[in-house]
């Protein structure tokens, strides 16, 4: 045994107690502490950067989250006095519901924007929340960016709507003022949702008031009437093969979206076959056209009026790589084929110039009573008031079928909706 410890001893020496300076250490101690001074039981804590002379505070608040904030001042006496200013004025606000910290308008506004992505991912409010965005990057962000939230007051608000309209160049009219004060205000209810801004704050918002929007050229009953009758002649014309494919694939759209009163653009145009089927009515037997279309305010169905089931027949027959002898066939595939496109396959990047000289050869490129120039949504002006005066929709049926609001129908056709009435109100 004894053997073995002195073997021990020798291979595995212990070391000799290591030399310490005491008089560095508490050199160093010394200067540590007088960086770090403790205030109100050690709740509050005044410290320094080591390349900064200017007294920093940090503090814990019932969350016990630290908040560390700059006094701003070199001199000891005065950092303790605004650090314990700080720290009451914080534990005041957690105690009647303020948030402690704020924070930056730009900071605000990039959480916001992930918020919008995401919906646009799901699908949710996808052409809105991409309207919200331009405006966010476009706008608010440069002009609010380096203001704190809880700091955006009237005269703030003031001096961006003027920097707006010399930015834009015209006087916005109210659609577009209703677009800024809504984005405006999906970034203040972010913040509100993250606690970095109280809602009982007095932060100003922006004015929803501006120059009134011109009504939209519309159809009347009569010019509806004329248009379809003119379209089969306007179908066959064309100097080229790729002019008469358009003219035969417009005449289809343009039936169609006045049959059914969807938009132009987007929600029409990204029909796919596999969105078309028959719906049968169980108490009346009959058998109707219905449609699947998502768009500006997500998905719904609708149906097609009679006359426009002719257009999608001849969509059917004529694309090739669908495969298929009548709308019957087309419909039972299912296929995620677009509806709208050339016999080729291919579809048109816009019909909106192939639409004017629609609108010239039947001479009803202007609206008489707007003066204003036809488009394609002049369509579906034309159905709703047509839906409203001829059919008698009721306005609740008829904004399901056009994806829009009760209220905006309202807005645009109040003096239509009375006169519906009129039978009732004599």
Same mark, same amino acid.
């Given at each position: 045994?004894?053997?073995?410890?002195?073997?021990?001893?020798?291979? &595995?020496? !212990?070391?000799?107690?290591?030399?310490?300076?005491?008089? &560095?250490?508490?050199?160093?101690? @010394?200067?540590?502490?007088?960086?770090?001074?403790?205030?109100?039981?050690?709740?509050?804590?005044?410290?320094?950067?080591?390349?900064?002379?200017?007294?920093?505070?940090?503090?814990?608040?019932?969350?016990? #989250?630290?908040?560390?904030?700059?006094?701003?001042?070199?001199?000891?006496?005065?950092?303790?006095?605004?650090?314990?200013?700080?720290?009451?004025?914080?534990?005041?606000?957690?105690? $009647?519901?303020?948030?402690?910290? @704020?924070?930056?308008?730009?900071? /605000?506004?990039?959480?916001?924007?992930?918020? $919008?992505?995401?919906?646009?991912?799901?699908?949710?409010?996808?052409?809105?929340?991409?309207?919200?965005?331009?405006?966010?990057?476009?706008?608010?962000?440069?002009? &609010?960016? @380096?203001?704190? /939230?809880?700091?955006?007051?009237?005269?703030?608000?003031?001096?961006?709507?003027?920097?707006?309209?010399?930015?834009?160049? !015209?006087?916005?009219?109210?659609?577009?003022?209703?677009?800024?004060?809504?984005?405006?205000?999906?970034?203040?209810?972010?913040?509100?949702?993250?606690?970095?801004?109280?809602?009982?704050?007095?932060?100003?918002?922006?004015?929803?008031?501006?120059?009134?929007?011109?009504?939209?050229?519309?159809?009347?009953?009569?010019?509806?009437?004329?248009?379809?009758?003119?379209?089969?002649?306007?179908?066959?014309?064309?100097?080229?093969?790729?002019?008469?494919?358009?003219?035969?694939?417009?005449?289809?759209?343009?039936?169609?979206?006045?049959?059914?009163?969807?938009?132009?653009?987007?929600?029409?145009?990204? +029909?796919?076959?596999?969105?078309?089927?028959?719906?049968?009515?169980?108490?009346?037997? =009959?058998?109707?056209?219905? *449609?699947? /279309?998502?768009?500006?305010?997500?998905?719904?169905? *609708?149906?097609?009026?009679?006359?426009?089931?002719?257009?999608?027949?001849?969509?059917? $027959?004529?694309?090739?790589? +669908?495969?298929?002898?009548?709308?019957?066939?087309?419909?039972?595939?299912?296929?995620? !084929?677009?509806?709208?496109? +050339?016999?080729?396959?291919? #579809?048109? =990047?816009?019909?909106?110039?192939?639409?004017?000289?629609? %609108?010239?050869?039947?001479?009803?490129?202007?609206?008489?009573?707007?003066? #204003?120039?036809?488009?394609?949504? @002049?369509?579906?002006?034309?159905?709703?008031?047509?839906?409203?005066?001829?059919?008698?929709?009721?306005?609740?049926?008829?904004?399901?079928?056009?994806?829009?609001? /009760?209220?905006?129908?309202?807005?645009?056709?109040?003096?239509?909706?009375?006169?519906?009435?009129?039978?009732? %109100?004599?």
């Amino acid at each position: 045994m004894r053997t073995r410890r002195k073997q021990t001893q020798l291979l &595995f020496p !212990i070391p000799a107690k290591p030399i310490v300076n005491w008089e &560095f250490v508490t050199k160093l101690s @010394s200067k540590e502490n007088t960086n770090i001074i403790y205030l109100r039981d050690g709740e509050v804590v005044l410290y320094k950067h080591a390349r900064s002379n200017v007294w920093q505070v940090r503090f814990k608040l019932f969350d016990r #989250q630290w908040h560390r904030h700059s006094t701003k001042h070199y001199n000891l006496q005065f950092a303790k006095q605004v650090a314990c200013e700080m720290y009451d004025e914080a534990r005041f606000k957690e105690r $009647i519901g303020v948030p402690v910290v @704020s924070r930056r308008f730009d900071t /605000v506004a990039n959480r916001c924007l992930q918020d $919008i992505d995401r919906e646009i991912q799901a699908g949710i409010k996808a052409h809105t929340n991409k309207d919200y965005k331009r405006v966010i990057n476009k706008y608010l962000i440069p002009f &609010f960016g @380096s203001y704190m /939230v809880d700091n955006i007051n009237e005269q703030v608000v003031s001096e961006y709507e003027q920097w707006r309209n010399n930015k834009m160049g !015209i006087t916005p009219k109210a659609s577009t003022l209703m677009t800024h004060a809504s984005a405006y205000s999906r970034v203040i209810k972010s913040a509100v949702q993250r606690g970095w801004v109280s809602a009982n704050s007095p932060i100003a918002f922006l004015n929803r008031r501006g120059k009134a929007s011109t009504p939209r050229a519309g159809f009347t009953r009569e010019e509806v009437h004329k248009l379809l009758a003119y379209l089969p002649e306007f179908a066959n014309g064309g100097h080229t093969e790729l002019a008469r494919d358009m003219r035969k694939l417009l005449r289809d759209y343009v039936e169609i979206l006045i049959a059914t009163g969807m938009r132009c653009g987007k929600e029409s145009m990204n +029909l796919q076959w596999k969105h078309v089927d028959w719906y049968d009515e169980a108490v009346t037997g =009959k058998r109707y056209l219905r *449609l699947y /279309v998502n768009g500006k305010t997500g998905g719904r169905q *609708l149906i097609v009026r009679n006359f426009g089931i002719a257009a999608f027949e001849r969509l059917a $027959i004529r694309q090739k790589d +669908l495969i298929a002898k009548n709308l019957n066939e087309a419909i039972k595939r299912k296929t995620t !084929i677009r509806v709208f496109r +050339l016999s080729d396959g291919t #579809q048109p =990047k816009s019909l909106h110039t192939t639409f004017k000289w629609l %609108l010239h050869f039947a001479h009803l490129t202007y609206d008489a009573k707007t003066k #204003q120039q036809r488009t394609l949504y @002049s369509l579906r002006h034309a159905y709703a008031t047509l839906a409203l005066m001829d059919d008698a929709i009721d306005i609740h049926t008829l904004a399901r079928q056009m994806g829009t609001s /009760v209220g905006m129908l309202e807005k645009h056709y109040s003096k239509l909706t009375a006169t519906m009435a009129a039978e009732k %109100l004599s």
